[in-house]
């Protein structure tokens, strides 16, 4: 990564004046690095601060939802078209000038791959535009990450640790703990979060190797008293060390406090917005709880966040034998409740599993679905696939076969048993699904309607749970506003 940014034009030494906060780890990184971004835009230039630090702040985070620009942002908004194309080009000239040079091909060899030219073009961009910090959300691990070419970091974050990418950083917590610490720096204050024993012996014993000041942080009890952009419970975590980076990260500025939490961090923490992350969308009869959960914990997580929404059947009062017996309340139909899910690249079966177990547990329903459709990632059966969520990462015919689907649904009827389970159905597109969701919603409206002509309660309300993959929810977003041209 550091010969693709010589042929750019630059030394990762330039990069020192972005003033960076690097960000790693499993679970969180994104909304970790979302929670900062928030905080410091609150002493961006506006009517509520008179005493402006930044003019602009930078956030690369990966992978997108619905645009490829969403990975470049400045002060919290997409780069727009024009700047994409503008920056995305003179980073592709710079390879091709410096390829020219030296006597070789300007063809596809002159390029590194996707995501390192992302990022190359994401440190041009905020280079270019005078950008005063930016937060730095790493890719994959952490030590040979193409993020890892910062040399002089503000700070650096280590989110929640668990299994995955094993392929690339390794089978146990201790290897993945290890790749994770490499953004740790030498003098540079470095934060993580409570993690397993075994994690954290290897981020301890990494960061005395590095001359490192390595912080655990605790969940603020204060938190409790936030109402989170981000409102899942296990949010509370991330933005616990979202506060320390950023605090560290503003200590090194005029006029702020290193004690108290100042409003703007308060302010940061309730109006930060991640699309897809833990997010709740309500349309005619249905309620959508989207989350982009795709490992296992995060599936656990985000299973757990569903089933805090779902509210436990009323109980009645036991009565002692003299008082007399209350009168019987008319019981109401039950909200149907509607899993959406893929993931077609990683164990689908032990993910869907996971979402199973942990429902069950959290409703004491051993059937957490009335009904679940499994889709492929593709947006649309007439359409296809919108360019931005295009994934090479998926075999072509397997997915034409609907073959994971298929598998899918086989092993969530196994585990919902023989009698009484969920409906399932496999669609070839997120449209379809989306649109068989609609209909029992429909139905559910209708048949609400007539239980509320012969005095019944109000309507009914589809709850429908979204996860299992980043490409699924960029879909099912693109889906749910209709499309657009991005």
């Known amino acids: 990564m550091i010969e693709w940014c010589r042929r750019a034009g630059y030394e990762p030494a330039d990069f020192d004046r972005l003033r960076p906060i690097?960000?790693?780890?499993?679970?969180?990184?994104?909304?970790?690095?979302?929670?900062?971004?928030?905080?410091?835009?609150?002493?961006?230039?506006?009517?509520?601060?008179?005493?402006?630090?930044?003019?602009?702040?930078?956030?690369?985070?990966?992978?997108?939802?619905?645009?490829?620009?969403?990975?470049?942002k400045i002060n919290n908004e997409p780069l727009s078209e024009s700047q994409f194309a503008k920056y995305f080009f003179e980073t592709w000239d710079r390879l091709e000038e410096s390829a020219r040079a030296r006597g070789e091909p300007t063809d596809?060899?002159?390029?590194?791959?996707?995501?390192?030219?992302?990022?190359?073009?994401?440190?041009?961009?905020?280079?270019?535009?005078?950008?005063?910090?930016?937060?730095?959300?790493?890719?994959?691990?952490?030590?040979?990450?193409?993020?890892?070419?910062?040399?002089?970091?503000?700070?650096?974050?280590?989110?929640?640790?668990?299994?995955?990418?094993?392929?690339?950083l390794g089978n146990t917590l201790e290897e993945i703990a290890w790749h994770k610490a490499g953004i740790m720096k030498e003098g540079v204050l470095a934060?993580?979060?409570?993690?397993?024993a075994a994690a954290q012996a290897v981020l301890e014993k990494r960061a005395v190797e590095k001359s490192v000041q390595l912080i655990t942080v605790p969940e603020i009890p204060f938190l409790a008293n936030i109402k989170l952009g981000l409102e899942a419970p296990f949010q509370r975590s991330n933005a616990s060390l979202a506060i320390a980076l950023a605090a560290a990260h503003l200590r090194r500025a005029p006029s702020i406090p290193p004690t108290n939490l100042p409003q703007e961090f308060i302010r940061g923490l309730e109006q930060v917005r991640w699309p897809g992350r833990c997010e709740t969308r309500r349309e005619k009869g249905i309620t959508w709880y989207i989350d982009s959960g795709h490992t296992l914990e995060s599936i656990r997580l985000a299973a757990s966040?569903?089933?805090?929404?779902?509210?436990?059947?009323?109980?009645?009062?036991?009565?002692s034998q003299s008082s007399p017996a209350p009168p019987i309340p008319k019981q109401r139909k039950s909200p149907k409740r509607i899993l959406l899910f893929n993931q077609q690249t990683r164990d689908a079966p032990a993910l869907a599993r996971?979402?199973?177990?942990?429902?069950?547990?959290?409703?004491?329903?051993?059937?957490?679905?009335?009904?679940?459709?499994?889709?492929?990632?593709?947006?649309?059966?007439?359409?296809?696939?919108?360019?931005?969520?295009?994934?090479?990462?998926t075999d072509k015919k397997k997915v034409e076969a609907l073959e994971v689907q298929r598998g899918l649904a086989n092993a969530w009827r196994e585990l919902d048993g023989e009698e009484g389970g969920a409906e399932v159905v496999v669609k070839g597109s997120i449209e379809e699904a989306v649109g068989w969701v609609r209909a029992i919603a429909d139905q559910e409206g209708e048949d609400s309607g007539r239980e509320k002509d012969g005095d019944d309660e109000g309507e009914i309300?589809?709850?429908?749970?979204?996860?299992?993959?980043?490409?699924?929810?960029?879909?099912f977003l693109e889906v749910l506003e209709g499309g657009g041209d991005g």
């Open 191 to 196: 934060y993580t979060v409570p993690q397993a």
């Open 305 to 319: 966040w569903f089933a805090s929404h779902i509210s436990p059947p009323p109980q009645l009062q036991p009565q």
């Open 461 to 475: 309300e589809v709850k429908c749970l979204v996860t299992g993959s980043v490409h699924l929810v960029g879909g």
């Open 354 to 393: 996971a979402l199973h177990s942990t429902l069950s547990s959290a409703l004491n329903d051993e059937k957490p679905f009335t009904h679940a459709v499994f889709c492929t990632n593709l947006t649309s059966r007439t359409n296809g696939y919108r360019p931005d969520l295009v994934s090479i990462n």
């Open 108 to 168: 596809k060899t002159a390029k590194p791959s996707y995501f390192r030219f992302l990022t190359l073009m994401a440190f041009h961009t905020y280079i270019r535009e005078e950008v005063d910090t930016v937060i730095v959300e790493c890719g994959i691990g952490g030590e040979h990450d193409s993020t890892n070419i910062i040399i002089h970091p503000s700070v650096t974050g280590i989110t929640s640790l668990g299994i995955d990418h094993v392929q690339l």
């Open 22 to 72: 690097h960000v790693a780890g499993t679970k969180g990184k994104g909304s970790t690095s979302a929670f900062v971004s928030s905080i410091l835009a609150q002493y961006l230039p506006s009517p509520s601060q008179s005493n402006p630090l930044f003019r602009k702040i930078g956030l690369y985070t990966s992978p997108h939802l619905r645009f490829v620009r969403e990975r470049i």
